[in-house]
């Protein structure tokens, strides 16, 4: 029993010892928050402080600038207000003296004006009496007098533009002679070449003598192939080592002297041969006229003919003409032609294809 008695004492001196520390330590640790709390409610205090300046340093330097910044718009436009003042000042006494100087020239106008009309006046009081004194003097009344004068006028006017019309024809005739004669200058020198005539080809030379037996062969059968098949004629006697050709169409002319100097340079000759050959020079020779044909349709600058024309002319190259080639010089005449159209205004194209088939006639004669 005692031993419980004890044990309640010492539970409840235990109770009260330790409410007595825990109250104390109560007291000891809300002290000591207290004073945690008091402390960063200080610190809090002067940073919100420091903050504050700050803030309140920052804003009144913006407002000094915001002020600053006003004031120089404001002066800028105090300037500009003063600028357009004084430019409006100028533009009103401009106008101003604008308008002093309209007042003046009206003023002006109207003493001309009146003066004018005084003037006037006085004309048309002139008129009357030199129209008075007029018909005292010839007889005759205003209405006659104007008549003869106009009448006088009309004849002076007649006879000076009949000799103006005289002059500027004369004038005109000698411009064109100059202007003819500079254009045909200006062609020919434009076309100034030398021109090789192709002597036309008449004769053939020979080896020798005895080629002449064998062109004739035996009882002339060759030279009568020869003549037959070409349709020339043949002199072989006239000239040493040389036989002639003679027909009026140089085309076959050429065939034949194309033939024989074939023949000759084979040495092969007999009827059958000289047929073959004659097809062949024939052959050859039109080759060489539609290549002719076409360069001088080049040369001459004409487009647009048809191939038989072309080869038509191109036959011209073997004609020739008081000793002038007949296809250059429709050559020549159709480049000419189409530089006078040109300085006249006509259609030069034209002009070329006329000026170059002017002849075309020839090639079939």
Do not use: W
């Amino acid at each position: 029993m005692d031993t419980i008695l004890i044990a309640i004492l010492v539970a409840l001196v235990s109770v009260v010892i330790g409410s007595g520390l825990g109250f104390q330590l109560r007291n000891l640790l809300s002290a000591k928050s207290q004073r945690a709390v008091d402390e960063a409610s200080a610190q809090q205090m002067r940073r919100a402080n420091a903050r504050s300046k700050e803030i309140l340093l920052e804003a009144k330097e913006q407002a000094l600038q915001v002020r600053s910044d006003a004031e120089a718009r404001l002066n800028e436009q105090k300037l500009e207000i003063q600028r357009q003042q004084s430019r409006l000042e100028v533009r009103e006494e401009t106008l101003q003296s604008r308008s002093d100087s309209v007042k003046e020239l009206e003023a002006d106008l109207g003493n001309q004006r009146i003066d004018l009309a005084e003037k006037r006046s006085e004309i048309d009081d002139l008129k009357v009496q030199a129209g008075e004194k007029l018909e005292t003097i010839s007889g005759l009344s205003i209405a006659d007098a104007k008549q003869q004068l106009l009448d006088q006028a009309e004849e002076d006017i007649q006879f000076e533009l009949a000799r103006r019309y005289r002059d500027a024809e004369l004038e005109a005739q000698d411009e064109a002679d100059d202007k003819a004669r500079e254009i045909l200058a200006a062609s020919m020198q434009r076309l100034a070449a030398g021109v090789v005539s192709e002597a036309t080809v008449t004769s053939i030379s020979l080896p020798n003598d005895e080629m002449k037996g064998r062109l004739i062969g035996r009882e002339g059968r060759n030279i009568r192939a020869i003549e037959g098949t070409t349709g020339v004629d043949l002199i072989i006697d006239d000239v040493p080592e040389a036989i002639t050709i003679s027909c009026f169409d140089p085309i076959r002319r050429e065939i034949a002297r194309v033939a024989i100097s074939s023949l000759i340079k084979d040495g092969r000759i007999h009827p059958a041969r000289i047929e073959e050959s004659v097809n062949k020079a024939r052959s050859e020779v039109d080759e060489v006229v539609r290549k002719a044909g076409q360069k001088a349709t080049f040369d001459a600058d004409v487009k647009g003919l048809h191939p038989e024309l072309v080869k038509l002319i191109g036959r011209l190259k073997f004609r020739y003409s008081y000793g002038e080639n007949v296809l250059q010089h429709s050559v020549e005449v159709g480049l000419i032609a189409g530089i006078l159209a040109a300085q006249i205004g006509a259609n030069p194209q034209t002009a070329k294809t006329a000026g170059f088939l002017h002849d075309i006639g020839k090639a079939l004669t």
